[in-house]
């Protein structure tokens, strides 16, 4: 079974119990040059002067909407902390008709609540999720209403379900080529999410493949010989939600219930990343890091806020 979490609480769970795809070529923004860092340029530290006090008290958004932090862990520690290596705001609107799902790079250089600026990820390490949810909403201004963490077992699950994916790869390696390519298990499917000293974008080529899979989860699922065998639907649903701990108000069954919803019923489900800059360095010179965009970032969180992404 799942567990519940709560995103302003100390971030330890308790056990408890569609439409089209809009296809993008690119998921992320592109950089000129080989996608390395500039050492020339540094991070900068300019951010809203008001995050840190939206991180507790962010504006109110649209009534019916819900913005779900969805974290997925990874299997190893830093400093004995686990380490949130997929992070994705996922945006439903008032009619629950659609879902956006907004991927954030890990190595967005952002204010943590009582840590100063450091990578997006470290929130996570050093406060588990109620610290990333506050970090979210003190960058954005938008109310993070439920969190789901998962892993990449569940993952994995997921892919084996389904019989394999088919994806776009926008990020060559030697192992997977560029266009379009299949990952037959759950196993190949993680090697490729997992990919990242070999891609020109590093760590961003790494976020372009996991959404470029997410994509492709979706379309099998929705596919006219998954959606229409209840058995099929089922199992992939138990296998998405297996390992998930979820915050208070929401519950892996409920989940299991919109995706239901996606699968069978109709929606839509589209993709975007966070407004980013270049990827440059740390003030301090030592870290690479994803520069964000503070304009696009908080227009962002305006569209989410009034339910118009």
């Given at each position: 079974?799942?567990?519940?979490?709560?995103?302003?609480?100390?971030?330890?769970?308790?056990?408890?119990?569609?439409?089209?795809?809009?296809?993008?070529?690119?998921?992320?923004?592109?950089?000129?040059?080989?996608?390395?860092?500039?050492?020339?340029?540094?991070?900068?530290?300019?951010?809203?002067?008001?995050?840190?006090?939206?991180?507790?008290?962010?504006?109110?958004?649209?009534?019916?909407?819900?913005?779900?932090?969805i974290v997925g862990e990874d299997d190893g520690r830093s400093n004995g902390a686990v380490r949130s290596d997929v992070m994705i705001l996922a945006h439903m609107n008032a009619s629950g008709s659609k879902v956006t799902l907004v991927h954030f790079p890990r190595d967005?250089?952002?204010?943590?609540?009582?840590?100063?600026?450091?990578?997006?990820?470290?929130?996570?390490?050093?406060?588990?999720?109620?610290?990333?949810?506050?970090?979210?909403?003190?960058?954005?201004?938008?109310?993070?209403?439920?969190?789901?963490?998962t892993d990449f077992e569940s993952f994995s699950s997921t892919v084996d379900a389904l019989g394999g994916v088919t994806v776009r790869n926008p990020q060559?390696?030697?192992?997977?080529?560029?266009?379009?390519?299949?990952?037959?298990?759950?196993?190949?499917?993680?090697?490729?999410?997992?990919?990242?000293?070999?891609?020109?974008?590093?760590?961003?080529?790494?976020?372009?493949?996991?959404?470029?899979?997410?994509?492709?989860?979706?379309?099998?699922?929705?596919?006219?010989?998954?959606?229409?065998?209840?058995?099929?639907?089922?199992?992939?649903?138990?296998?998405?939600?297996?390992?998930?701990?979820?915050?208070?108000?929401?519950?892996?069954?409920?989940?299991?219930?919109?995706?239901?919803?996606?699968?069978?019923?109709?929606?839509?489900?589209?993709?975007?990343?966070?407004?980013?800059?270049?990827?440059?360095?740390?003030?301090?010179?030592?870290?690479?890091?994803?520069?964000?965009?503070?304009?696009?970032?908080?227009?962002?969180?305006?569209?989410?806020?009034?339910?118009?992404?």
């Amino acid at each position: 079974d799942g567990g519940t979490e709560s995103p302003t609480g100390d971030g330890k769970g308790s056990g408890t119990d569609g439409g089209g795809t809009e296809k993008a070529s690119r998921y992320l923004k592109d950089v000129t040059g080989d996608g390395k860092p500039d050492k020339g340029a540094k991070g900068t530290v300019t951010a809203p002067s008001d995050s840190a006090e939206k991180a507790q008290n962010p504006s109110r958004g649209a009534e019916g909407t819900r913005n779900i932090l969805i974290v997925g862990e990874d299997d190893g520690r830093s400093n004995g902390a686990v380490r949130s290596d997929v992070m994705i705001l996922a945006h439903m609107n008032a009619s629950g008709s659609k879902v956006t799902l907004v991927h954030f790079p890990r190595d967005l250089w952002v204010p943590i609540p009582g840590h100063g600026f450091d990578k997006l990820n470290y929130a996570y390490s050093a406060g588990g999720a109620p610290l990333l949810a506050q970090t979210f909403q003190g960058a954005l201004d938008v109310p993070v209403t439920d969190v789901v963490v998962t892993d990449f077992e569940s993952f994995s699950s997921t892919v084996d379900a389904l019989g394999g994916v088919t994806v776009r790869n926008p990020q060559p390696s030697p192992e997977f080529p560029e266009g379009t390519v299949r990952l037959d298990d759950g196993a190949e499917a993680l090697r490729f999410v997992r990919e990242r000293k070999t891609l020109k974008l590093g760590d961003m080529g790494r976020g372009e493949r996991q959404m470029a899979v997410l994509s492709g989860v979706f379309d099998a699922a929705r596919s006219a010989e998954v959606a229409r065998n209840p058995n099929k639907v089922q199992r992939i649903l138990d296998a998405s939600t297996r390992n998930v701990r979820v915050s208070a108000g929401l519950s892996p069954k409920e989940i299991r219930g919109i995706g239901r919803r996606f699968i069978t019923g109709g929606g839509t489900v589209t993709y975007q990343t966070a407004p980013w800059a270049s990827i440059g360095w740390s003030p301090d010179g030592r870290q690479s890091i994803v520069v964000p965009d503070w304009a696009g970032i908080r227009a962002l969180g305006e569209k989410v806020r009034n339910d118009s992404l």
